[in-house]
């Protein structure tokens, strides 16, 4: 079933993005010309089907995969709807769509450039997804397209305005324990935490720079009791996995 509940936070976001798309009055909520933007950046639990277009056995491009709303896969990884499609519906925008699907170019309501498996980390995957870094490059460029359309004064208001959402940090921790690299493994704890963190934070500042204010970014979940970490441990019978909670 899909993810109908959501904490206190995604409320509080939703209601930036009302105070800045629209003028309530009288409980109904209505939109003005210049609408609210929204840009995704991160993983499989944003990705709106942008590892469709790429080459990769990470895809959600089969069933059960979007059964329960969509009635066929979209590269959505779930059953369903993903977060911002419920906040794009909360805003009264349409779903926003993957950076990577063919012939779209209508940056101005915002475009989705997560990926399923990517991390903040190039090494995350490498090969497989969209880093974090790649998406950056994405953003600028549909950033551009906005200025060359829009104009540079309109679409720095545009730019201004957005919301910019996050989801990442999840696989570069999974990676570290999943992966045969010696030299990821050969970082302390604080030493690779340290660089997940500044990788979001340079992605942040660049965006900044060009524009963007405001910055929303899903916690993470209890990766130590997920199926795929507790499959780690050997013989004991899917406990939790202690070692990864240091991480969270």
């Known amino acids: 079933m899909e993810m109908t509940r959501f904490p206190l936070n995604f409320w509080a976001l939703c209601a930036v993005l009302l105070y800045n798309a629209s003028s309530i009055c009288h409980g109904h909520v209505s939109l003005p010309g210049k609408n609210v933007a929204i840009y995704v950046s991160g993983d499989s639990l944003f990705d709106a089907g942008n590892n469709n277009y ?5 895809q959600a491009n089969y069933f059960p995969y979007g059964e329960s ?12 709807r993903i977060v911002p499609d ?15 699907q063919p012939g779209n170019s209508n940056y101005s309501i915002g475009v989705n ?5 990517a ?29 060359k359309k829009l104009g540079d004064a309109e679409a720095k208001d545009l730019l201004s305005r957005a919301v910019y959402l996050f989801s990442v940090g999840t696989n570069d921790y999974g ?22 963190i500044d990788n979001i934070t ?16 899903l916690n993470l ?17 899917g406990a939790c996995f202690d070692q990864f909670t240091p991480f969270l």
């Open 221 to 237: 979940a209890p990766l130590d009791c997920v199926p795929m970490i507790r499959a780690l441990i050997e013989g004991k019978n």
């Open 175 to 196: 990676f570290r324990f999943l992966t045969n690299s010696s030299v990821i493994r050969s970082y302390s704890r604080e030493e690779y935490v340290g660089q997940v």
């Open 113 to 117: 450039f997560a990926s399923g498996g």
């Open 202 to 217: 340079e992605v942040i500042q660049d965006i900044y720079k060009i524009g963007g204010r405001k910055f929303g970014f």
């Open 119 to 147: 991390g903040a980390l190039d090494e995350t995957n490498h090969g497989m997804v969209i880093d974090l870094g790649t998406q950056l490059s994405y953003f600028k460029n549909a950033s551009r397209h906005l200025r």
């Open 54 to 58: 790429i080459n990769t056995t990470g």
């Open 69 to 80: 709303f969509f009635k066929n896969p979209t590269g959505r990884f779930s059953d369903g």
């Open 86 to 100: 419920f906040i794009a519906e909360y805003v009264k925008l349409p779903f926003i769509p993957p950076y990577l």
